[in-house]
C-alpha cells in the first residue's frame, strides 16, 4: 500500500505490530484516531506510554499490579499453599472469573514454544520451583492451555517439580458443560470415559 | 472484566475505542505492547501524537498530506478538470492502486448517514460546489460506495450539483471480473443487464 504521508505511514506500521492486525486494519484504526479530537488522542497515547513505565509485576506471582503485591498474594483469606500454575494475567482473569478457586497463582508469563524461540530459560520457572523448596507448598495446579505447547510445558514443569513433596495436578479434561456427545471431538471424549468421576462427585 | 491494575483498564479501555475491538482483543493488544520493551512502546505512542499534530490536509481536495497540497493535486500532469468524489484516503488509495485514473480527488470525509449523525453539513461539499461553480471543473465522478448511504449521497451531490454545466458520472456498477452469474445477486445482475456496454468498448 502506498500511503500519501509518511506519518500515516509510520501510525499504520505501529498498528501492525499488534497481533492479528493486518495494514489494512490498522489504517482503518489510523483513520479512526484522525476522526478524534487531538485531546483523546493523546489521552490514547498517553494509556500506553504509562502502562509501561509504571506498571509493577506483583513481587510474589508476577501478575500485574499497580503495588509491590498484587491484591491477591495479599489477600490473608487466601490458601497460600495452593499455588496456580498460570500463562498470563488472561488465564487469571478467567479462572477469578468462576469464582470457584481460592489459592493463589504463579504466573509464567508463556508457555515452552520452541516455534515461537521461547525456552524454559524465558519463563518464570526458577522462582516457581524456589516456591516448592521452601516447603511452603501443599498443591501445584498446572493450569495451562490443552495444546502440544501447554503439555510440553507441564511435563517440563512436573520433571523440575516432582522430586519435592508436593502434590502436582492438572486441569480436568472432558467434554464441556452443555456439549452434545455427538459433536465432541475423539481424543476429548475418549479421556472423558478414561477419566471418568464417580456420580456423587459430579453433583458438587 | 475485572483487571488488577487501573492502568491496564484504561489501557485497554482506549484500545477498546477503536472500531471492531472489543474487550478482549483489547486486553490482548495491551499484553501484546507489555511484552515490548519500553522503547518500541514509546515509539508506538508516539506515532499517534505525531499524526494528529503534525498532519495536514491538502488545501484542494481534503486529503491527507505532509505538505499545503497533496502530491496528487501538485502534480501538473494530471486533469485537473476532472474530478473523482470519494469518501476518504482508503477510496484514494484504491483507486490509485488500479493504475486507471488520471484526475485529481475530492475527500468529503465521509458519507450522509442520518443513524451515525452524519448530515450533509458535516461533510466537505460546499468546497465541492465552490470548485464546480468556478467553471474549471469538466467531469465528476462520484465514486462512493453502493449502498443506501452512498446512494442518498450521490443524490444529494446530484441535486448540489446539477444546476451547473458540469458532467456527472458515477462507477459502473455490474458483476465483478471472475464472478460467476449463478452466484451474482440479483440487483446487481439486473442492473448489469440494463447497463450492458457495446462488446467493443467492454474490450478496452
Known sequence: MDFSSRLIET??????????????TALRYVLH?????????SAFSEAFLRLKQELKYCKNCH??????????????RR?????????????????????????????LGGIISPMDGVGPGDLNINRLVEKVAGNQVKEVIMALRTTMEGDTTIFYLYKKLSS???????????????????????ITLGRSITNRTLYEKSLK
Open 11 to 24: 501510525a499504520v506500521n505501529e498498528f501492525a505490530k499488534l497481533p492479528g492486525v493486518g495494514r489494512k
Open 33 to 41: 484516531l484522525l476522526r478524534q479530537e487531538e485531546k483523546e488522542v
Open 63 to 76: 501478575n500485574i499490579s499497580d503495588q509491590e503485591l498484587c491484591s491477591i498474594c495479599i489477600n490473608p
Open 79 to 107: 490458601d497460600h499453599s495452593l499455588i496456580c500454575v498460570v500463562e498470563d494475567i488472561r488465564d487469571v482473569m478467567a479462572i477469578e472469573n468462576t469464582g470457584q478457586y481460592n489459592g493463589i497463582y504463579h504466573l
Open 164 to 186: 519435592y513433596t508436593v502434590i502436582l495436578s492438572t486441569l480436568a479434561r472432558g467434554v464441556s458443560i452443555g456439549d452434545e456427545l455427538e459433536y465432541a471431538d475423539e
